[in-house]
């Protein structure tokens, strides 16, 4: 394994319910990369929408993480702890003039094609009952994925502005991520696909921000039969957790590893420690999504 204490990886999941596959291939892979490298692994929930989040769920993934060997790093961050600084990064924004207050409707956005057209631009960021959105430039953002390769994205054109807080007085996920990612000073982000699309605007707010910007890794995300994402909203089953070392290893072959047959009679800890031996980031698929079915 090459020795590298620099780096510092994350999982991040949001406690709607208890962990499903979907989720355990994410925390897998982030986890596998860090102690492959040698470097920490931290965790942090991402607690910001309280009308969809069960009081158990956080507790629930917790303790699956830790039946499954997935032991992290240092003390958990909750997001609903971190208020005062995402209310920071906006003031350091709008000192910068880069806010705009907006009472578009998302129906509205989806009638126009799905991209923000900056048609309040110029509204004052006291109008009530208005979101708050960052504006975008007409520039291209361009990164190299680890698994996925080069990327490129053109938020004018491809996003329009977006929103940093909610109408409902929520902050939105991209900027909390951004702000948290350079809190805990991560280095390397292993996370799945469908948040692939996001990075070119979180890459923008750690520019404007003065942030640091972690290396990017997207692996695939696993769907049900219908092309879903398993998720609660679509009735992903809750891992079972009688199952451990079954899961990780369909987890690692998910992840295009070969673990070795032997180790289905061996411990989680034993799967785990194999998996960050032999760790290959470029054999993991770069499709985005793959069908649980297809490798069951």
Not at 81 to 91: E, G, H, V
Not at 190 to 216: I, N
Not at 223 to 247: C, E, I, Y
Not at 282 to 296: C, E, T, W
Request: glycine share 8%; with cysteine; net charge neutral.
């Amino acid at each position: 394994m090459r020795r590298n204490t620099g780096y510092i990886g994350r999982f991040a999941p949001s406690p709607s319910g208890p962990l499903h596959f979907g989720s355990l291939v994410a925390a897998t892979a982030s986890f596998l990369d860090a102690r492959h490298h040698h470097g920490k692994w931290l965790l942090r929930m991402e607690d910001l929408d309280p009308a969809r989040e069960p009081p158990e769920a956080a507790g629930q993934i917790l303790a699956a993480l830790e039946l499954h060997g997935l032991h992290w790093d240092g003390p958990v961050l909750f997001q609903s702890r971190r208020l005062d600084a995402y209310a920071d990064a906006l003031k350091t924004l709008e000192i910068q003039q880069r806010l705009f207050a907006c009472t578009c409707s998302r129906q509205q956005i989806q009638a126009d094609g799905g991209v923000y057209d900056g048609r309040c631009r110029f509204r004052k960021l006291s109008h009530a009952g208005a979101a708050l959105r960052v504006r975008v430039e007409d520039t291209v953002i361009t990164f190299d994925d680890r698994i996925q390769g080069s990327q490129s994205q053109s938020l004018e054109r491809d996003c329009g502005d977006f929103v940093l807080l909610r109408k409902d007085g929520l902050f939105a996920y991209q900027l909390a991520v951004v702000v948290d990612d350079a809190e805990q000073g991560i280095t390397d982000i292993v996370r799945g696909s469908d948040l692939l699309d996001s990075t070119a605007r979180q890459k923008f707010l750690q520019g404007l921000l003065q942030l640091p910007a972690p290396r990017y890794a997207h692996v695939p995300v696993a769907v049900n039969a219908r092309g879903q994402k398993l998720s609660k909203q679509h009735f992903a089953r809750p891992l079972d957790l009688a199952q451990v070392v079954p899961s990780l290893l369909l987890a690692l072959d998910f992840l295009g590893q070969r673990p070795e047959p032997a180790l289905i009679s061996g411990s989680a800890q034993e799967v785990l420690l194999w998996g960050a031996e032999h760790w290959d980031i470029q054999a993991v698929p770069k499709l985005a999504n793959i069908r649980l079915d297809d490798i069951a």
